[in-house]
């Protein structure tokens, strides 16, 4: 199984992104995604996730309304967008499987894990 995770890069206080994360050898249409977060120093911390059929999602409170996943199993692709980006979001960003359909908020039910893109926001 491969995660492929792009998208980051370096941008202004209120700026937006798009994250996207491409999965292979993986029966993506039957498993929940998510994408969690770690900043310098700082433990790893979930982000949102969105259930096999794109229509369950969850995110943390400190990007609810800002951050939006999405995921299209055609192209075992999931997605997050970033707006109003503040420099807090400074992170290196991990796309992961989730062990079941529905999606969970906890690290320990993800399987697989991509190799992480930088995200940082200045000010």
């Known amino acids: 199984v491969q995660l492929q995770a792009s998208g980051g890069g370096l941008v202004q206080a209120g700026d937006s992104l798009n994250l996207s994360c491409q999965v292979s050898?993986?029966?993506?249409?039957?498993?929940?995604m998510g994408w969690f977060r770690q900043a310098p120093g700082k433990e790893r911390e979930f982000v949102a996730t969105v259930g096999w059929n794109g229509f369950m999602t969850s995110y943390t409170d400190s990007v609810k309304g800002r951050f939006t996943i999405s995921r299209d199993n055609a192209k075992n692709t999931v997605y997050l967008r970033m707006n109003s980006l503040i420099p807090e979001d400074t992170a290196v960003y991990f796309c992961a499987t989730c062990r079941g359909p529905l999606g969970s908020i906890l690290s320990p039910d993800y399987e697989y894990w991509g190799q992480g893109t930088l995200v940082t926001v200045s000010s």
């Open positions: 050898n993986f029966t993506f249409s039957s498993h929940a």
